[in-house]
């Protein structure tokens, strides 16, 4: 017996939607680190580039000077 797929859709479940603007707002710091984390294996310069800007903004924060964006030359 063959089944509509409309009857095998779960109407409790919403369709998987990424809200862009509410995915930037909401990615914390801490998200940025567990996914370096994940980063390390397959793309270690790339974690350690976004590592190494975290320290940097860190720093900057202990010592109140204006950061500088990611692409931003010194």
């Known amino acids: 017996m063959e089944m509509d797929s409309k009857?095998?859709?779960s109407p409790s479940t919403p369709d998987p939607v990424i809200k862009w603007d509410d995915f930037e707002k909401n990615y914390s710091r801490?998200?940025?680190?567990?996914d370096c984390l994940?980063?390390?294996k397959d793309r270690p310069y790339d974690a350690?580039?976004?590592l190494d800007h975290l320290e940097y903004c860190s720093n900057i924060e202990k010592t109140s000077e204006e950061p500088l964006q990611m692409d931003q030359v010194l």
Do not use: A, H, T, Y
């Not at 801490?30 to 567990?34: C, F, Y």
């Open 7 to 9: 009857q095998m859709e």
């Open 30 to 34: 801490e998200l940025l680190i567990m």
């Open 38 to 40: 994940d980063w390390l």
């Open 48 to 50: 350690k580039e976004i």
